[in-house]
């Protein structure tokens, strides 16, 4: 299951997060070495976007509350469909239709 996952941390200065934010890296790049997680980016100014590819919601859920514990934010997150899954959905459709 893929989901894009957009931080938007509190509004704490930088400077007093250093130490959160360096944790964040040590514990995403387990996740990125286990493919559970596709790619992560640091936003411009402050924040991340990660794309999570994982089993359920209820694993999903277990890492954005390890990821709040770290560095406490807002999460916006997306349910994505792969390419493949999303041009087969389509097909069907078209199939239907005729």
């Given amino acids: 299951m893929l989901f ?5 941390p509190r509004p704490e200065k ?19 070495a286990k493919g559970e997680v596709k ?17 359920s919601n209820e694993t999903l859920h277990k890492y954005i ?14 349910a994505l469909i792969d390419v493949e899954n999303a041009k087969k959905y389509l097909t069907h459709q078209l199939s239907e239709k005729a």
């Fill in 4 to 8: 894009l996952v957009i931080s938007t």
């Fill in 14 to 32: 930088p400077t007093t997060m250093i130490g959160s934010r360096q944790h964040y890296w040590d514990w995403i790049n387990p996740l990125i």
């Fill in 39 to 55: 790619s992560v980016y640091a936003k411009v100014g402050r924040g991340a976007v990660a794309l999570f590819d994982v089993d």
């Fill in 65 to 78: 509350n390890e990821w709040l514990e770290i560095v406490p934010a807002h999460m916006e997150i997306h």
